[in-house]
């Protein structure tokens, strides 16, 4: 579901009608007078086999001020950025308005894909309003009616190339996860090149400095910076070739996001769409640098976010800012670690990389960083050593015995790379402590040097059968029956 659909246009066009049909839940509040829809309504959308988002926006007005008016159409203008496809709806009936005439125009610009559709279509009193809609310079329109469902089949048809043409897109800028190996621990590593660069997404609260910190990295203020918290608003992502002093350089394609406050304080949808945005981009990253202020670090919110990007299998390194500002910096340093492996045990061994965005100290300890994070997330362990492994864990601190019966562990494998996921064969996995599972996460990290990392371990059971079982009865059988025809 990777098409964004943003139905746009005057108040009282149809918009939240034609959102609740697409949608098939009556979401959004709908009336006759105008202005009823205010802030941005976001549902999952279902048309025949066709699934995307669908965005339902205020109507369009002709103001740019800090009135009400203005800042809904700016947040309007603000789903039109995001969204793949705008759906502008003009009203059959009345026809094309010099305010329809004034937002075709901005569509044009601003806008990838624009599907003009001429609304309450229905009946012949719209055919007027029909073609005066070609003069808007946006192609033939679609007839539709919100409320009677009437040209839903037309709209499909404009829909679907579009539709995929997102996914195939979002496969192409997708990075390569979870990828199988087979059993004899091998698999394609997808190697960084400049058309599959390294994904990384730079994550942290408000004002932590990300921006200034990607404008150090790439040489250039190409991001707005300043003082004030929340100025970014977009997940704007940069490509670069991030080069070391040796002149060896990486492709990467840096994400800055914006800062992601706690859930309760974030109230303007603004805000939410911008949270959104990050996520999505944590999603879409290989390896996530979650960057904190050297003042206020590892505050509940930033516990969250590399939670977050954990739980998401992605490779994480952590970075302090604002270092060049630091008094005492070996004993801030020494309580950071302290607080990060308390605070963090599900990312042990993650780096942790001071750096000062304002002066560029630390870059080349931030680069060498995420390049080890990602060779950790793609490392691969041969079967025979897992397995020898799994046989000393085994002696230093056998498994539980619940009700008496001891847990066996029998053989152990790497299912897959990017994060490194293992499979464990064994009897009762339902009755496996969770404490049992850590140890044997812990001594993977450590034994394998894969410090950091999210670690994803199964436990698969086998029952009690034996392979073998029956076959000596069979054996003897057929040794007995071939004694007696020779007799």
Same mark, same amino acid.
């Given at each position: ?6 139905i ?6 149809g918009?939240?009608?034609?959102f ?5 839940k009556?979401l959004a509040?709908v ?12 549902g ?6 066709? $699934?995307?988002t669908? =965005?339902?926006t205020a109507g369009?007005?002709?103001?740019t @001020? ?10 309007? +203008?603000?789903?039109? !950025?995001?969204a ?5 709806m003009?009203?059959?009936?009345v026809?094309v ?14 806008s990838?894909?624009v599907?003009?559709?001429?609304n309450k ?19 033939e329109p679609? #007839? ?27 496969? +192409?800028?997708?990075?390569?996860? !979870?990828?199988?190996? @087979? ?20 994550v ?6 990300k ?10 203020d #190409? ?8 100025i ?9 070739d ?35 945005d990050?996520l ?5 990253a290989?390896?996530v640098v ?19 990007? +954990? ?6 390194v952590?970075a302090?800012?604002?270092?060049? =500002?630091?008094?005492d910096k070996?004993e801030?340093l020494r309580?950071?670690?302290?607080s ?9 061994g993650?780096?942790?990389?001071t ?8 870059l080349?300890?931030?680069r ?7 060779? =950790?997330?793609?490392?691969?362990v ?19 015995a619940?009700?008496?019966?001891r ?12 994060p ?17 599972t $850590? ?7 450590e034994?394998f ?12 059971g086998?029952? @009690?059968?034996?392979?073998?079982k ?8 057929a ?9």
């Open positions: 579901m990777s098409l964004t659909l943003a746009v246009g005057r108040p009282n066009v918009k939240s009608t034609l609740n049909r697409l949608v098939g009556r509040l009336d006759d007078q105008p202005g009823v829809t205010r802030d941005l309504r976001e999952q959308g279902r048309l025949g086999d066709l $699934r995307f669908v =965005i339902d369009l007005e002709d103001a @001020d800090d009135s009400l008016e203005g800042r809904m159409r700016r947040l309007t +203008e603000r789903a039109v !950025d995001m793949d496809v705008c759906l502008f003009i009203d059959a009936r026809g308005t010099p305010t329809d005439e004034l937002f075709a125009e901005i569509l044009r610009k601003r990838k894909h599907i003009l559709a001429a279509a229905e009946g012949n009193a719209a055919d007027a309003g029909v073609l005066e809609a070609y003069n808007l310079g946006l192609g679609v #007839r539709l009616s919100g409320e009677h469902g009437e040209g839903m089949t037309d709209l499909y048809s404009q829909l679907m190339p579009l539709a995929d043409a997102a996914e195939e897109q979002a496969v +192409e800028d997708a990075p390569e996860t !979870d990828i199988e190996l @087979d059993e004899d621990g091998e698999g394609e590593t997808p190697p960084i090149t400049a058309e599959k660069p390294l994904q990384v997404a730079v942290g609260r408000p004002n932590a400095g921006s200034t910190l990607i404008n150090k990295i790439i040489g250039e #190409r991001l707005l910076t300043g003082p004030e918290a929340g970014t608003r977009d997940a704007i992502s940069l490509r670069i991030w080069a070391d002093p040796d002149g060896d350089s990486t492709p990467m394609r840096i994400f800055d996001t914006a800062g992601m406050r706690k859930k309760a304080k974030v109230q303007e949808k603004l805000e939410k769409l911008s949270v959104s990050g999505r981009a944590v999603k879409f290989e390896v979650v960057l904190l202020d050297a003042a206020i670090p590892f505050e509940q919110q930033d516990l969250r976010i590399a939670d977050l990007a +954990e739980r998401e299998g992605r490779a994480v952590v302090i800012n604002k270092w060049d =500002i630091e008094e070996q801030k309580d950071l670690k302290e990060f492996e308390r605070l963090l045990p599900q990312l042990r993650a780096p942790l990389v750096v000062s965005a304002k002066t560029g100290r630390g080349e300890r931030l060498a960083a995420i390049l080890r994070a990602h060779d =950790i997330w793609n490392r691969r041969p079967t025979a050593a897992l397995n020898r492994w799994l046989t000393a864990m085994l002696e230093q601190h056998p498994p539980p619940p009700q008496g019966r847990i066996k562990l029998r053989y152990m494998t790497q299912a897959k790379t990017r490194p996921g293992f499979v464990v064969m064994c009897s009762h996995p339902d009755k496996m402590p969770a404490s049992y $850590r140890y044997l996460v812990n001594g993977l990290r034994s040097d894969m410090p950091g990392t999210p670690i994803r371990l199964t436990l698969r086998q029952g @009690d059968k034996n392979p073998y029956g076959r000596r009865k069979k054996n003897a059988g040794l007995a029956k071939h004694l007696k025809g020779r007799a």
